[in-house]
């Protein structure tokens, strides 16, 4: 007794290796077993089927964990993929509407009938980006204060023409400020093209003007055009200032106020030209 306790280890450690040859033994193609072996096989089997199922559920696991990886490899080249999409969509746009702008602009200097400075807009406003913008074109260019700036638009019809964008307030060498007319300094007499009735418009940092007619019987429609009249020496006259959005009454009939939406998309102007005279 005390034998097989100071050796129990060996002989455990003998059975193990014992046990796994008759293992591997009767795990060989045979048609028949033998007594001896069908008798290893029953007493080995439980730890055989024992060892399969561990072995298969660590081997479930590490596919389990593969397969994770690999989905998250997966998920990655895909958001690679997207950003990049993403990104050359953007770019065709841009090129896409650049080459638009070019187009109108082209359009537009084939027929304009005034002399103009094509200038760059390099700077906005910081306290309201739309309201005032800086161009590349100064004093040594032939700029002044109060001249009518302009950009090319295209109106819903497909016709490209002058669309109003503000004027000259600041002038450097190289340099100037233009102010939009929907800044809340900015005022405009405005004529209606359908009935030729006048008035005035004012800029309050709002994308829409407001004003009023000077007529108060005057009957101006939604979606009717407004040009500037000429009236205060300010703007060069018939340059579109866009179409008539609201119109509303006084209480006493006196007065007719209106809103216009500007033809200039102020959010997507590049370039602009500087009106100097009369071609």
């Not at 602009?105 to 910081?126: F, H, P, Q």
Request: charged fraction near 25%; aromatic fraction near 10%; hydrophobic fraction near 35%.
């Amino acid at each position: 007794m005390s034998f097989f306790r100071r050796n129990k280890w060996k002989i455990l450690t003998f059975l193990i290796i014992v046990s796994l040859f008759i293992l591997i033994f009767i795990s060989t193609k045979r048609s028949k077993t033998s007594t001896i072996e069908g008798f290893f096989g029953d007493l080995i089997s439980p730890g055989n089927k024992f060892f399969y199922t561990i072995g298969s559920f660590i081997g479930d696991k590490l596919s389990s964990v593969g397969d994770y990886f690999s989905l998250q490899e997966e998920n990655e080249k895909l958001k690679e993929e997207i950003i990049k999409l993403k990104e050359e969509n953007l770019k065709m746009e841009k090129t896409i509407a650049s080459q638009k702008m070019l187009e109108n602009e082209y359009k537009l200097e084939e027929k304009i009938k005034y002399s103009y400075i094509k200038a760059d807009i390099i700077g906005m406003n910081t306290d309201n980006w739309f309201n005032i913008y800086t161009i590349d074109k100064g004093e040594k260019d032939g700029i002044k204060e109060n001249q009518t700036v302009i950009s090319a638009i295209e109106t819903e019809t497909g016709f490209v023409k002058e669309g109003l964008v503000g004027k000259v307030v600041e002038i450097g060498s190289n340099w100037s400020k233009v102010e939009t007319i929907i800044n809340d300094q900015n005022s405009i007499s405005f004529q209606v093209t359908s009935s030729l009735d006048g008035g005035v418009l004012a800029g309050e940092g709002a994308e829409n003007l407001k004003g009023y007619m000077f007529d108060g019987k005057a009957n101006p429609g939604i979606g009717d055009r407004v040009i500037t009249s000429g009236l205060g020496g300010i703007y060069m006259p018939g340059i579109f200032i866009g179409h008539i959005s609201l119109v509303e009454e006084s209480p006493d009939n006196l007065i007719k106020k209106i809103e216009v939406s500007p033809s200039v998309d102020f959010k997507k102007l590049y370039s602009v030209y500087v009106l100097t005279g009369r071609k």
